[in-house]
DNA sequence: GAAGATGTGTAACAGTTGTTACACTTTAGA
DNA sequence: TCTAAAGTGTAACAACTGTTACACATCTTC
């Protein structure tokens, strides 16, 4: 889910994305540090490509306060959803956290590059494709609400065989999950205290599994 | 988000439809209440409409109970992300719930469509577009931990001028948030004993307003 | 193989939310 | 206008999770 994927295109030297962006008559905009690339509300009439540096996004604040909602590090399309959408305009502030590249291609040019370029078509659709995956996963995960669900839900996407491998340790288990890192082990102790799991990888008691789940 | 809004075509009769899904080479399939549309697992290689019917989503149940997830109603596409997607299988099973007519179109044939029919090409998009939209909201919010934060997000999207409008009311909040009813009342009347909001809509401290994200 | 780093198990307590129940207010319809 | 339905406020208690702290295990590196 890189700036290669959607564009289509290897790794590429500086000079060869530059006359890549010249082919797609891309616009390079430079801004320094703390510098609005974009503004909440503004439109997205091009796709916004960092190439460089990273930036961070930010919720308005009338009066001083600043609200952090995520960092962004180059190489990757900034909003590149929002530009065929209804509403297309930012959600958020889009803020320059170091010195940073930005290659505006105009929607127009986009949609050039989609109907006569397959690569670039299959990689943006791809891209836009596992995006929507991920948000999907994530919202599913983030949708149960007691942490011996998402803990079973996560467990039976990967079992196999009753088997199952958690592949992240608790600490990061805690943060995909959004919760704290004892909890996991509570969680995960209780689940083997009652025989549904065992703490060396077998499931127990399928149903059981699935039933964290609803509730 | 509807089948006319994804296929280009605005409201047309069911013969209409025969016949334009018949342009697009599609594939009509009728399925029997409980018969399997697709299992998890399959492979999406095809753009699969529900013209007629519903469907609700399961995950399999090895040994005996079923674990419901999602129902979709007609017209709707059914896996459109999943199309273009690097894995691009089933997430779950996919039964039908009453008498169901699904057309499959081929991959290439909506890619053809795609790169010769600009109307066909931009509902596409935009569909898709528009449900990155709602996933990435949907999930922004669910990721914020306590209530009186979701209701501060809420409520923040919605300002204006200081004011703001919930237009839900408290039940459809709860659900909205997933969360328990009485706890937005005591959440929401919370926040106004701290002079933050005030009951008939107004914003008295935006910054405290923020900070409930965060915390 | 000793030492620090990393990972895990666990406990006590605080904080938040869910559950249930009920009173009250407002709205919509007869 | 009266009534039923829908919406809201609130309380007591249960359940779950977070916080903090520490013990112990395992792994890595010199």
Same mark, same amino acid.
């Given at each position: ?10 790794? @590429?030297?500086?000079?060869? *994305?530059?006359?890549? /962006?010249?082919?797609?008559?891309a616009i390079i905009k ?8 974009? *503004?909440?509300?503004?439109? $997205?009439?091009?796709?916004? @490509? ?15 306060? @600043? &609200?952090?909602?995520? %960092? ?9 959803? /929002? !530009? ?25 040019? $986009? ?8 690569? /670039? ?12 995956h991920f948000l999907s ?6 949708? @149960? ?10 467990? !039976? ?6 088997? /199952?491998? !958690?592949? &992240?340790?608790?600490?990061? &288990?805690?943060?995909?999950?959004? $919760? ?17 799991? %065992? ?9 059981? &599994? ?6």
């Amino acid at each position: 889910m890189n700036l290669e994927q959607c564009l289509g295109c290897g790794k @590429i030297s500086k000079k060869e *994305r530059e006359e890549y /962006f010249n082919s797609l008559d891309a616009i390079i905009k430079n801004y320094k540090k703390g510098d609005y690339i974009a *503004r909440q509300g503004d439109m $997205v009439d091009y796709l916004y @490509i960092l190439s460089e540096g990273s930036v961070k996004t930010e919720m308005i604040t009338e009066s001083g306060g @600043i &609200l952090g909602v995520e %960092t962004i590090v180059a190489p990757r399309p900034l909003a590149p959803a /929002f !530009l065929f959408a209804d509403n297309n305009r930012f959600p958020v502030d889009v803020i320059a956290s170091k010195e940073c590249e930005v290659a505006l291609i105009s929607k127009e040019s $986009v949609m050039k590059q989609l109907s006569t370029n397959e690569s /670039f078509f299959k990689s943006y659709m791809a891209f836009n494709a596992n995006r929507t995956h991920f948000l999907s996963e994530r919202l599913q995960l983030l949708s @149960i609400k007691t942490i011996k669900g998402k803990l079973a839900y996560y467990i !039976l996407q990967r079992a196999k065989n009753g088997l /199952f491998d !958690l592949e &992240l340790n608790q600490k990061e &288990l805690a943060e995909y999950f959004g $919760v704290a890192r004892p909890s996991i082990a509570r969680s995960f102790s209780e689940m083997v205290e009652e025989e549904v799991i %065992t703490s060396d990888g077998k499931i127990l008691n399928n149903d059981k &599994l699935k039933n964290y789940i609803l509730s």
